[in-house]
């Protein structure tokens, strides 16, 4: 499976965007996914998740309250909802797929989307 992962930009802090991960093969809509960020001198971190089939949410505490994660079957897309951004959660964001939900691992990784916030 082929993670594209989308939707970076600059913004303003108290600013907003919405990142996407689209897959190439419907058996994403199977996979539980989640997001991480990289920021320059820093390790990868968890930032959101969302299970299968429950669609279950769950996030990192930095960003509870300001992200949502969310799934759109039709589009075979995760999206993340990001609000209120603070010039902190500048980082490379990557998308990442796993079969089993109760996993550690993650299978499948698409590329970094740039994500700069402004003071």
């Known amino acids: 499976v082929q993670l594209q992962a989308s939707g970076g930009g600059l913004v303003r802090a108290g600013g907003f965007l919405r990142l996407s991960c689209a897959a190439s093969?419907?058996?994403?809509?199977?996979?539980?996914v989640g997001w991480f960020r990289q920021a320059p001198g820093k390790e990868r971190e968890f930032v959101a998740g969302?299970?299968?089939?429950?669609?279950?949410?769950y996030y990192a505490d930095s960003v509870k309250g300001r992200f949502t994660i969310s799934r759109d079957y039709s589009k075979n897309t995760v999206w993340l909802q990001m609000n209120s951004l603070k010039p902190e959660d500048t980082a490379l964001y990557y998308c990442?797929?796993?079969?089993?939900?109760?996993?550690?691992?993650?299978?499948?990784w698409g590329q970094g989307t740039l994500v700069t916030v402004s003071s």
């Open positions: 093969r419907r058996t994403f809509s199977t996979y539980a």
């Open positions: 990442a797929a796993r079969k089993d939900s109760t996993s550690n691992a993650w299978d499948y």
């Open positions: 969302i299970t299968w089939p429950s669609d279950t949410p």
